[in-house]
């Protein structure tokens, strides 16, 4: 079974043609600048082959057409006819109360992402034209829509009820629903295998622009870091994660600021980036650390700090802890953090050994041999994980 994986941003559409049977990546890419001048489509294969082309764009449907195009051509195509591609699985972030697990696309599914587009503004509407485009162009394939907040749906009522009036949460379902799930589930499930265990109680650290933690006690998530939108939780890249909701409205007042003003600084001029004053890429921060810039120092020790917190705190939640994963491009990529993290658990057990830390990219475990708590690496695989469900679905 051959499936295509579709992540459909504004201007922008993420892509991989996955051998299921093998779970093998064939090829990948994305067309970038769609609807702007300049749209190009960048192209690899599994056997090194690489291309990158101009070519208009005007829309998601030219950028399917494209994409369809390029998988089948004679030099960089990788499949002979559309009708090798099985199935598509779309990335979609919010399913909100009524789509709690991946499902095959119909009608009622889209329109209930349409109706779950005020929760997701940012990308709901994107990841619901993939999914159009990808019918106009492959018709009668399966479409699977996986959402970021499924896995998630396992949480306990305690976990995600906001302590609001209670007629919020019934007309406007405001609640906890948490993102970065397919990533959560994939590190999840890769943990259980290497432990060989699915009895576990871990918690999965996705840390990167955007980060987040989750409890999963055997499988099932019973607490995470995000909330109502991917702005909670921990102090981010560009994002000021939680903070007393009265310093919104002070602000606010103080500044002049409407909603849409606030939210744009929550969201996009906060987080370590508004700490530091240097850069929301750690590698950034890491430099300016050496040149002594106390800020960008600040900014580092606040993070890991929020890290170690929730670490603390989800395994009161779960009764214990058997291990802690670092994942997706922070977490699988800089070692200083994760010791920075990992410094000051030693009560709970956690020791992780510094050669073994030294590790960058790839799948490994970091705690030394004496540690109660096992520490891993692990890359994230949004796009097989996706490809996972997808199959599953289809058949």
């Not at 559309?82 to 990335?91: K, P, Q, T």
């Not at 009524?98 to 990841?127: A, M, R, T, W």
């Amino acid at each position: 079974m051959t499936i295509l994986v579709v992540n459909a941003g504004s201007s922008s559409l993420k892509y991989q043609l996955i051998d299921m049977d093998h779970e093998k990546v064939l090829a990948k890419g994305v067309c970038d600048r769609i609807g702007i001048q300049g749209s190009f489509i960048k192209h690899s294969t599994y056997d090194d082959k690489s291309v990158t082309n101009e070519i208009e764009m005007k829309s998601h449907k030219d950028a399917i057409t494209t994409v369809i195009k390029i998988l089948t051509h004679k030099e960089w195509g990788v499949i002979k006819s559309l009708s090798e591609i099985s199935a598509v699985g779309h990335r979609v972030l919010h399913g909100g109360s009524k789509l709690f697990k991946s499902v095959i696309v119909d009608d009622d599914v889209i329109k209930i992402i349409e109706e779950c587009i005020e929760l997701g503004p940012l990308h709901n509407p994107h990841n619901l034209t993939g999914i159009k485009a990808c019918q106009q162009i492959l018709k009668g394939v399966p479409q699977v829509a996986v959402f970021d907040t499924a896995f998630h749906q396992t949480m306990p009522k305690k976990a995600y009820i906001y302590a609001l009036p209670y007629e919020y949460y019934q007309k406007y379902k405001i609640r906890k629903y948490g993102f970065h799930g397919t990533s959560h589930k994939y590190i999840s499930e890769r943990t259980a295998a290497i432990l060989g265990s699915d009895k576990l109680k871990i918690v999965t650290c996705h840390l990167g622009n955007g980060s987040s933690l989750a409890a999963v006690d055997c499988g099932k998530v019973v607490d995470t870091s995000m909330g109502f939108t991917p702005l909670d939780g921990m102090a981010m890249g560009t994002r000021c994660g939680s903070v007393d909701p009265s310093v919104v409205t002070y602000i606010m007042n103080k500044e002049n600021l409407t909603p849409e003003q606030m939210d744009t600084i929550m969201n996009k001029k906060s987080g370590v980036l508004a700490v530091s004053g240097v850069s929301s890429d750690f590698r950034d921060l890491e430099a300016a650390i050496e040149q002594g810039n106390e800020r960008a120092k600040t900014a580092v020790e606040l993070f890991t700090y929020q890290v170690k917190k929730l670490i603390g705190s989800y395994a009161c939640a779960m009764g214990g802890l058997d291990a802690i994963i670092f994942t997706a491009g922070i977490g699988e990529n800089t070692p200083k953090i994760r010791k920075m993290i990992c410094e000051g658990l030693e009560f709970m057990g956690v020791s992780i050994d510094d050669a073994k830390n030294q590790t960058r990219g790839k799948e490994a475990e970091i705690s030394s041999d004496g540690s109660k708590v096992k520490v891993l690496v692990i890359p994230t695989n949004e796009e097989l994980a996706i490809a996972k469900e997808t199959k599953k679905l289809v058949g």
